[in-house]
């Protein structure tokens, strides 16, 4: 099953914009978290909120969650060309893991 | 310094030979997983384990063993591997907040597996 979805699926911005990511889910969770992935390599994990945060920061990255939407977005504010990438959200299922499809994010210098 | 590996990084075999790609980490993280990314679908969850010796089944589990003998070591089994198998496999690891939750997982960089 998958439980995470991210929306946009793609998303074009130039440099020093704000680019906004939001990932839905189905089930209760314990935690929710941002990856983020460079073409084909490893996993690098950006930020974890917990059921019982609301708002979450890290640098350049901000991350709400919303519990009765189910729901939460990743805020990537002054954007950089260095920040294309593929972002994902993940949650946990009991302690099983389910990833979205995720964001591909394009930032043009 | 604190890791996942994997090996091998690429491996491209013939359908129906055993194959294994190993994982090891050096953080004594209890929780150990394997995921598979095709493109457009994400990561999949294919097997986990909570601690030595217990593991269960991800959501896409059919054609592939683990075994969790050590803490630090998770490999991942294909015992008679198909076409549809072809995909990039990543194993991860973390650590157990008290109660039912886990951290942040650490991602190894990836095996590229091709059958032919």
């Known amino acids: 099953s998958q439980q995470g979805e991210e929306d946009p699926q793609a998303l074009s911005i130039q440099e020093g914009e704000n680019a906004t990511m939001n990932c839905s889910y189905k089930?209760?969770?314990?935690?929710l978290q941002w990856y983020r992935q460079n073409s084909g390599r490893g996993l690098v994990h950006l930020i974890l909120?917990?059921?019982?945060?609301r708002e979450k920061h890290s640098g350049r990255l901000r991350v709400t969650l919303d519990t009765s939407k189910k729901s939460s977005s990743l805020l990537i504010t002054a954007s950089r060309a260095a920040d294309t990438a593929s972002y994902f959200c993940?949650?946990?299922?009991?302690?099983?893991?389910?990833f979205g499809a995720g964001t591909r994010l394009f930032v043009k210098a | 310094e604190a890791q996942v590996t994997q090996n091998p990084r690429y491996l491209i075999t013939v359908t129906g030979k055993k194959l294994t790609v190993t994982c090891s980490q050096n953080?004594?993280?209890?929780?150990m997983s394997w995921y598979r990314q095709d493109p457009g679908l994400g990561l999949r969850q294919i097997y986990y384990?909570?601690?030595?010796?217990?593991?269960d089944k991800g959501d896409v589990p059919e054609g592939y063993k683990v075994s969790r003998k050590e803490k630090r070591n998770f490999p991942l089994i294909l015992e008679s591997p198909s076409p549809n198998q072809t995909s990039l496999y990543f194993c991860?690891?973390?650590?157990?907040?008290?109660?039912?939750?886990?951290?942040?997982?650490?991602f190894g960089p990836g095996t590229r597996l091709t059958v032919l």
């Open positions: 991860a690891s973390t650590s157990f907040r008290q109660g039912r939750s886990y951290n942040e997982q650490f």
């Open positions: 089930t209760s969770i314990n935690n």
């Open positions: 909120i917990r059921s019982n945060e």
């Open positions: 993940a949650t946990d299922e009991g302690f099983k893991t389910i």
């Open positions: 953080m004594n993280h209890e929780y």
């Open positions: 384990s909570m601690n030595v010796e217990v593991t």
